[in-house]
């Protein structure tokens, strides 16, 4: 069954730092998304993406954050100078259509810790 | 400001018993409701899912109600089995009135069935 697929599992990186985070969406899928998770709340929308750029972005998609699909495959988080407040669980979804009811489909997450 | 909720943080069951999970929401422009599962360490897993032009989805041994004058949805696993252990989110969307695919998350409700 295909599936989402994220690299790497863990990161650990010091404050200010830059981070790429990867993601490999299904193979047909069209609409790309990055989701996050603090420990110990909910998981929270960043970003959507979709025909190569931006469709719709959160409060917490500042300055800092950048996605980019630079290739046919692959779909990246950028955060470019990484705060304490950064450490969370980052999940990667997609869905197969543009019809907006299309399932959402996530990956295993990658854990970043800001020191 | 959360716009689903999940009241209860966890919820305990015998094996081979229902487990009813709650979810109410407060956005009126939610139109399509998910249920995923989450295991530590792995990203969301989709279950099922609603729109708001139907009461009832079956889906093998899940069922999600919706009740839209009381913005109240819940999710029926019958026969409970201990592999459903798991957090559960409750995620909503306003896809098809607000044009807006972006999910909105649940604090998630922990889920034991005891064998």
């Known amino acids: 069954e295909p599936e989402v697929t994220q690299t790497p599992s863990h990161q650990v990186t010091q404050m200010g730092q830059e981070v790429i985070l990867r993601c490999v969406p299904i193979?047909?899928?069209?609409?790309f998304y990055w989701y996050r998770q603090i420990l110990g709340q909910k998981v929270e929308f960043l970003v959507s993406f979709y025909n190569n750029e931006i469709s719709e972005k959160s409060e917490i998609f500042d300055d800092q954050f950048s996605v980019e699909r630079p290739d046919g495959s692959n779909f990246t988080l950028k955060i470019r100078s990484t705060k304490l407040e950064d450490s969370a669980m980052y999940f990667c979804a997609s869905s197969e259509l543009a019809a907006l009811t299309e399932t959402q489909y996530f990956g295993p997450g990658t854990r970043l810790l800001v020191l | 400001d959360q716009q689903v909720k999940q009241n209860s943080p966890s919820l305990s069951v015998q094996e081979g018993r229902i487990s009813i999970l709650n979810c109410d929401y407060t956005?009126?422009?939610?139109?399509?409701f998910l249920w995923y599962k989450k295991y530590p360490a792995e990203g969301p897993t989709f279950l099922i899912s609603?729109?708001?032009?139907?009461d009832k989805n079956e889906d093998g041994r899940f069922t999600v109600f919706l009740n839209k004058s009381a913005k109240h949805l819940s999710l029926h696993i019958v026969p409970s089995q201990p592999g459903d252990s798991a957090v559960y989110f409750c995620a909503a969307s306003g896809a098809i009135q607000g044009g807006s695919e972006k999910l909105v998350f649940g604090k998630g409700m922990k889920l034991t069935v005891n064998p």
């Open positions: 609603i729109s708001s032009i139907k």
């Open positions: 193979s047909n899928h069209l609409y």
């Open positions: 956005n009126s422009m939610f139109d399509y």
